[in-house]
């Protein structure tokens, strides 16, 4: 019975030593002097399962997501940067056409009143060489009583073509006679400005 008694402590004692061993051990571990997961590998923590939630994005995603919409500003701001230059672009190209236009306009305007002013000379020089050649064929005394009526600036026109008619005719020109026909003022004033005109008058009566 004694015996039996010895063997009960001795086994008392062994359970409380190895229990007294593992309080030591995991207060070791505890305080990080050992690590416990290197002796006892059951120990070991497993990385927690992790739920996909497919409707719910993942922080990589979220991070992958929010990068694409920072690029999509970007984009966007280039976008309308370029959208505007290219209407200051447009503006001033409809600018440069209005004044293109304007000055197509103003050539046009300008080529009318040459082709007017080229018909109104042309007409003119036919109306005096038609006065001139009438001038010729009259009898002196009444042709310079027509031209009495006439501007100083007809007169000196006509008197100028029957002086070219004359010569490319080769006959002598009876303008300086005519001249004698008329009032000694007028006479005057008609050879003055002759003298220093160098252009035809306006129109012919």
Not at 1 to 23: E, N
Not at 135 to 141: F, K
Not at 145 to 154: A, H, I, P, R, S
């Amino acid at each position: 019975m004694a015996s039996l008694t010895d063997k009960a402590r001795s086994v008392y004692l062994l359970l409380l030593i190895l229990f007294l061993v593992a309080i030591a051990f995991f207060m070791f571990d505890y305080f990080q002097l050992v690590n416990a997961e290197e002796y006892l590998p059951f120990l070991k923590k497993k990385p927690a399962a992790v739920n996909h939630d497919l409707e719910s994005p993942t922080e990589l995603e979220k991070l992958e997501f929010q990068k694409a919409m920072e690029r999509l500003d970007e984009e966007k701001d280039e976008i309308e940067k370029a959208r505007t230059k290219l209407l200051a672009e447009r503006e001033k190209l409809n600018t440069e056409l209005e004044k293109l236009e304007q000055l197509r306009e103003g050539i046009k305007m300008k080529e009318k009143e040459i082709e007017v002013r080229r018909l109104e000379a042309n007409s003119r020089e036919e109306k005096v060489k038609e006065m001139a050649n009438k001038v010729a064929n009259m009898p002196p005394e009444s042709s310079v009583k027509m031209l009495e009526n006439w501007t100083d600036e007809d007169i000196i026109d006509v008197f100028k073509q029957m002086d070219k008619d004359a010569q490319e005719e080769g006959r002598q020109t009876i303008t300086t006679y005519l001249l004698t026909l008329f009032g000694p003022e007028r006479r005057a004033v008609i050879t003055s400005k002759w003298l220093e005109s160098g252009q035809a008058g306006e129109t012919i009566y």
